[in-house]
């Protein structure tokens, strides 16, 4: 795995998969590191990622476990800070940024998508939904939210609690939610990882429809290749660095790679 993950990479890689990208790209690392702990007991979490990705793309990011996936998004979403390289998000250089302006960045310009929904079991679905623009202190784009709930089909639970909704709604919430603020980017980590496979399938195709439809940029990390066969694009970490990826991915090509990079 760790040599393999040392080979050369083919040039260009990780731009975004499309042509002439280099400009639209979205979210960009380059030579990110994060080392956790010191010394002998040192772990190299991600070695030198460079990779980056075009506004308007649905991507999924795999590779074995301890790959660095979750690293990856941590840094990538401004939830932790790497150690070397710069993350640039919408044009800013996160490395530039205090604390305090991570936190706003990271409210008015990302949008997260857990595997645990996390929505606050006493407000609706509407005040859920909107949740992210009142930290914000931002009026809601109306247009922009009605199109959201009719997109991910929950206009008749709007004044529902999360409880009284099935897992796969209460994902869609989530999505909802995540969208609410028209984000740059979302970043979703095992998305469909406590849903079964039938509703998996639609939220999946509910993410993909939302990027197609609405230009939004979608990053996923997911261990299910049939998960991120949804996606445009899937790009394989293994040894805290970019390993290879796949276009038009399907879920038989993205089980061989996985298969080639070791364990998982
Ligand atoms: N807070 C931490 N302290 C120490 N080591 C950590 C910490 N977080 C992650 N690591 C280590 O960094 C490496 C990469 O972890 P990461 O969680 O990013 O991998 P992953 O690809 O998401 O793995 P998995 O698929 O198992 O969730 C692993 O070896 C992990 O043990």
């Not at 393999?4 to 400009?23: L, Q, Y």
Request: charged share 20%; with cysteine.
């Amino acid at each position: 795995m760790a040599s393999r993950a040392n080979e050369a990479t083919p040039p260009g890689h990780g731009t975004g998969g499309g042509p002439a990208d280099g400009n639209h790209q979205v979210v960009r690392l380059d030579g990110v590191r994060k080392t956790y702990g010191r010394g002998a007991g040192a772990v190299h979490a991600l070695r030198d990622l460079s990779l980056g990705f075009l506004r308007g793309s649905f991507t999924a990011v795999m590779g074995p476990s301890g790959a660095g996936k979750s690293t990856f998004l941590h840094c990538a979403a401004g939830l932790d800070r790497p150690d070397a390289g710069t993350v640039v998000l919408g044009g800013t250089d996160l490395s530039d940024l205090t604390e305090v302006e991570l936190t706003m960045l990271r409210r008015e310009r990302v949008g997260f998508v857990f595997q645990a929904y996390n929505l606050m079991a006493a407000l609706t679905v509407a005040d859920n939904i909107t949740l992210p623009l009142m930290l914000a202190d931002r009026q809601p784009d109306r247009a922009w939210l009605d199109r959201v709930v009719s997109q991910v089909g929950l206009g008749d639970r709007l004044a529902h609690r999360p409880s009284e909704l099935s897992g796969g709604q209460q994902q869609r919430v989530a999505i909802a939610r995540a969208l609410a603020a028209r984000p740059e980017v979302v970043f979703a980590d095992e998305p469909t990882g406590a849903l079964d496979g039938r509703t998996a399938r639609q939220v999946l195709q509910l993410l993909r429809d939302i990027v197609d439809s609405t230009g939004q940029t979608v990053v996923m990390v997911t261990h299910d290749p049939v998960a991120a066969s949804y996606a445009h694009r899937v790009v394989f970490l293994a040894d805290g660095r970019y390993a290879e990826e796949l276009t038009g991915p399907t879920p038989d090509r993205i089980a061989e790679r996985m298969t080639r990079l070791g364990e998982w």
